[in-house]
């Protein structure tokens, strides 16, 4: 019963590995013609290979014949051999190359593309180290296992075709020696890819471990200096680095005794067929210069053979790494099922005994919040971290999909919405502000926004009190801000983000904790310019600070998943509950 089992998941997984090798040979497709040049040069190749085993044998018969007027002919032929075989191993190898590079792209294009649909759960629950080395090392081990191997199987392919051509044509029965090594040499192979194959998905998760360690060192580096981190982190780094030198150790070791393994059976076959070739009546019935050629032809055939072997071990790490990939490739989009437009919309909330687990998580982070939020008015979120303000508000964008109970936009569930539409309804400025490695203007005009003109710009940049360290840079709104803004302040980067916010000019405003990062009198500044930014339009203001919410039109007091109060700053400190609360110990902390 174990051994049908095995044979059965030994099928499944040759059929695994081969429909994996046709999606990849399916990127590679609409290049056929550049794979056509490259058969015709790798077969002029093989050819000459072939040609310069006969050469050999016309030259030692020539020698022994004494037709020495031959050599003329004998040198230019030498001088052609050697020009056909740089052509058609250029025309080989370039456009072999060229398919490479365009499936690398292909590849690496839609892996992003793919990246920028998935879901916020996915990307919680996956390191971006992991997928930043799915774009770079894995892309190109896949690329070796479409080209590469493709390359050599050609190359050697065609030369092997030509030598046991030319083999034949000399000694059918000699020829035969080296086909009763292929079997031997069949399965050293297949026991080499079998653990090519896992040996490779090792590797890969190697790489990402190392990618992951690194990138949080180098963006944490402030906090890994304070906190004494440095030797935690070295360690951590040295011992992902060690892993994945072991695993490519592992894998040298298999390719190392591969190789000469597959090498002595060839040798074998090659000593065998020396001892019947020598052998009076095999030699009394060629000619010097054929058993000379014959040899030479059967010696110059162990390199290709050896070569084609490898082609199994650069498939399986190209097979390995298509695994994961095609894993997050194959990860669902977003769900946007809906078709309605959201433009125009007023703003209008209502949420409906709404629930929200997180995947993976058996707690609620929301049970059964109902509320209403008239359009133009702004609500302030109240809570202790992990109450589920932030969820809430997540909502909206629908970055937290699959949720129960119904949300309602202008009597309309945001469901029904299409995703592309309801977000440019939408304007939010994150806690942790996100920047991009470019001028400050880019950034706030960012994405959809692009097209800007200058004044609107600076009438946003102005209205978030970006202006007022803006003449302090050198090239004002042209100035280049580093990677994440790491040329610039905490609050100088909020106000920034608020100045993008402001710009959208959507009906929809999230503020997460969107002036926690300014000092009092920038954040004097920011209250004054938000108070006009809110008119006109429903915001959500998620704050710890309630000096920055005291004027909200309804304040939310959120604990547990759950709303505990709702009201007024004066009706909720008249009832003298959990949000007067609040307020005597932020007053009493000096808040």
């Known amino acids: ?42 077969a002029i190749y093989g050819a000459t290979q072939a040609w310069s085993a006969r050469w050999l044998e016309q030259v030692v ?35 072999i190359s060229h398919v490479a590079r365009q499936v690398v792209h292909a590849l690496r294009t839609d892996l992003f593309d793919r990246m920028l649909t998935l879901p916020s759960s996915y990307y919680q629950r996956t390191a971006s180290g992991e997928l930043l080395a799915k774009l770079t090392y894995n892309v190109e081990q896949v690329t070796g296992a479409v080209t590469n191997a493709i390359k050599t199987g050609l190359r050697e392919g065609l030369t092997v075709v030509g030598l046991m051509g030319y083999l034949l044509y000399l000694n059918w029965k000699l020829t035969l020696v080296f086909v009763l090594a292929a079997p031997f040499i069949g399965i050293v192979v297949t026991i080499a890819s079998k653990r ?15 990618t992951s360690s690194a990138s949080e060192s180098i963006k944490g580096y402030q906090v890994v200096r304070i906190f004494g981190g440095t030797q935690q982190e070295r360690q951590r780094f040295h011992k992902a680095s060690d892993n994945n030198r072991r695993q490519m150790m592992k894998m040298v ?53 050896r070569q084609l072997t490898e082609i199994s071990s650069i498939i399986q790490k190209g097979v390995a790494a298509a695994e994961s990939i095609f894993d997050v490739m194959d990860q669902p989009a977003e769900r946007d099922s809906g078709e309605r437009n959201a433009k125009g919309v007023s703003g209008d909330l209502r949420f409906e005994q709404v629930r929200f687990t997180y995947p993976g998580q058996d707690t609620p982070a929301l049970k059964g919040i109902s509320l209403d939020i008239p359009s133009g008015s702004t609500v302030a979120l109240v809570g202790r971290s992990g109450s589920g303000k932030s969820t809430l508000a997540a909502m909206l964008p629908r970055f937290n999909d699959g949720w129960e109970g119904n949300i309602l936009l202008d009597g309309v569930s945001l ?99 969107a002036t926690s990062a300014l000092d009092t009198e920038s954040e004097r500044h920011i209250q004054a310019a938000l108070e006009s930014v809110v008119k006109g339009r429903t915001t959500l203001v998620i704050a710890h600070r309630l000096s920055t919410i005291e004027k909200a039109d309804m304040i939310v007091v959120m604990d547990d998943g759950e709303i505990i109060e709702k009201g007024s700053h004066q009706e909720l400190l008249a009832k003298e509950g959990a949000y007067a609360s609040f307020r005597v110990q932020q007053e009493a902390g000096g808040a």
């Open 196 to 210: 090519m194959r896992m040996l490779s998905r090792r590797l890969q998760k190697s790489v990402g471990d190392i």
């Open 1 to 42: 019963m174990s051994s049908k089992t095995s044979s059965q998941n030994q099928e499944g997984a040759v059929h695994s590995t081969w429909q994996l090798y046709k999606r990849l040979l399916g990127y590679a497709r609409p290049y056929w013609v550049a794979f056509v040049a490259s058969f015709i040069g790798f």
């Open 253 to 305: 070791v298999t390719q190392s005794l591969n190789t000469p393994i597959v090498q002595f059976i060839i040798a074998m076959a090659l000593a065998g067929l020396l001892f019947i070739a020598m052998h009076p009546s095999v030699m009394g019935t060629m000619t010097t210069g054929g058993f000379v050629a014959f040899l030479t032809a059967a010696g110059l055939i162990t390199k290709p053979l």
């Open 415 to 513: 469901n029904d919405y299409s995703l592309l539409s309801l977000r440019e309804q939408i304007a939010l400025v994150n806690q942790h502000v996100v920047l991009f490695n470019g001028t400050l203007a880019d950034n706030i005009a960012y994405g959809a926004m692009a097209g800007a003109s200058r004044e609107a710009i600076m009438a946003a940049a102005e209205a978030a009190h970006v202006t007022e360290f803006l003449d302090r840079l050198e090239n004002g709104l042209d100035t280049m801000i580093g990677e994440d803004g790491v040329m610039l302040s905490g609050g100088q980067r909020q106000r920034i983000a608020i100045a993008r916010a402001i710009l959208k000019d959507a009906p929809l405003l999230i503020l997460d904790e």
């Open 61 to 95: 018969n020539a020698v022994q014949a004494g037709e020495l007027d031959q050599r003329g002919m004998l040198a230019l032929t030498v001088l052609v051999i050697f020009a056909l075989r740089g052509i058609g191993t250029f025309i080989g190898t370039y456009t």
